[in-house]
Each structure stands twice: as structure tokens, then as C-alpha cells.
């Protein structure tokens, strides 16, 4: 499994929370990613407020790994449209919202990323739903979402391990975090089809792979292929 851990910097350290020290190796393969110093409600804050919060946040998470933070999620899952447009001139490329769907649907809008479900929402259910999409649901995605401190407070360790047990080790599933969905989504939709549709063009730094006359194929970084 892969995860991708939102925290309060301004935290770290006191009683009950993750030492800085533990940053690097407690999350190492993993994600690290904002989720504002103190975690104010957003709503709670003026404009300066929220980029101090943010920024702030990026800044120490980014000095304590050694690593670059690109992505976040709301505190509270509350913001103002205009708290989502400041995330980019902080080099934020995503957002999670506590919004789920309850669908296996990418997102349309990395800022305001809507996750599937919460871990304590039919979890089981929806996790055996995921392995037996039907065909016509192309690159489903299994987003859930959720704070670590709720499986001692509610006992539902059990229950993340039946998860694993269920989804490891499935050949056709990539287990990826929140900032490698982001980024290859981010390629993904900036490739280029010619108009007849036979060539198709990946201008990103990374691998497309796409499905044509039934075979996987692959669309290496900057290069034409033929479809």
C-alpha cells in the first residue's frame, strides 16, 4: 500500500503526535503533504492568514524531509475559492476535500480532490466493488481517506487489515500515492492526438500507457507514437 500523510507541522513534536525526527523514516516510500501549521479553519482566516498557514507548513515539512511537499488537504475540508486559487502560487499542486463520492471516478479538479470514502464507510463493501468494476470504468480509482487517530479511538485497526488482506498484491492495481496520481494524471492530459487520431504525442517527462487495438502500449516522454 501506499500513503500519503497530511500534517500539522506546528504539532510535531508535542504529546500524542509524530516526533520530527521520526519524519524520514516513519514515512519513508511514502507521501508526506500539508495540512496548515495549527489546522485553523480555513474559513476562520483571512487571505495573509491562509498563506501563512500553508506556506509555513510547506516550508518545515520541506527542511524536516529533505524532500519536496506539493500537495495538502483542507483542514476541516473547508475553504474559500479563493483560499484554492492561492494554493498555486504556493506551488501546491493538489487538494483533498473531505467530499467523497462513494465512486471510483479520477478527479476533475486536483485543488478539490474528492476522495471515494471514508475508511469507516462500507470499506469492505466498496473495496470488493473496486476489484470487480465493469469494463466501461476506465483507470478506476479506490481513494480513501480518513485520520489515523480513529482507529484506536474506534478499533478499527481490524479492519484496515482486512482491507490489505484484501486489495495486496493485485497484479492490475497501482498502489500510488496522492502526489503520483497528481502527477501522472497531470501528464496524462497534457498529451496531444493528431486529428485523425492514428499519433499521439507525450510532451511530459514520464510514461503514458494507453490501450490500443487491444494491446498495452506505452507513449515513452517526449516522443510521437504511432496509434
Not at 508535542?14 to 474559513?43: F, M, N
Not at 484496515?160 to 496520481?181: C, F
Amino acid at each position: 500500500f501506499k500513503g500519503t500523510f497530511h500534517l500539522n507541522s506546528g504539532n510535531l513534536d508535542k504529546d500524542g503526535y509524530v516526533q520530527k525526527a521520526e519524519l524520514p523514516t516513519l514515512y519513508a516510500e511514502h507521501e508526506i503533504a500539508c495540512h496548515g501549521v495549527t489546522h485553523r479553519h480555513p474559513r476562520q482566516m483571512n487571505q495573509t492568514e491562509w498563506l501563512r498557514e500553508v506556506w509555513q507548513d510547506r516550508l518545515t515539512l520541506e527542511e524536516l524531509t529533505g524532500g519536496i511537499v506539493q500537495g495538502m488537504s483542507y483542514a476541516f475540508g473547508e475553504y474559500y475559492p479563493e483560499q484554492v486559487e492561492a494554493l498555486c502560487a504556493m506551488g501546491i499542486q493538489y487538494s483533498r476535500t473531505v467530499e467523497s463520492t462513494g465512486s471510483f471516478a479520477l478527479p476533475q479538479e486536483l485543488l478539490r480532490w474528492k476522495p471515494t470514502c471514508h475508511h469507516n464507510d462500507k470499506l469492505l463493501e466498496r473495496a470488493e466493488k473496486f476489484l470487480h468494476v465493469p469494463g466501461y470504468e476506465k483507470m478506476p480509482l479506490f481513494y480513501i481517506w480518513g485520520h489515523s487517530f480513529e482507529f484506536e479511538r474506534e478499533n478499527t485497526w481490524p479492519l484496515m487489515e482486512q482491507l490489505a488482506e484484501k486489495l495486496h498484491g493485485a497484479q492490475d492495481i497501482w498502489y500510488a500515492t496522492n502526489g503520483q496520481i497528481a502527477d501522472y494524471l497531470t501528464a496524462l492530459r497534457s498529451t496531444r492526438e493528431s486529428a485523425d487520431g492514428k499519433r499521439l504525442y507525450n510532451p511530459s517527462a514520464q510514461p503514458i500507457w494507453f490501450v490500443a487495438d487491444g494491446k498495452v502500449r506505452v507513449a515513452e516522454p517526449g516522443k510521437l507514437c504511432e496509434i
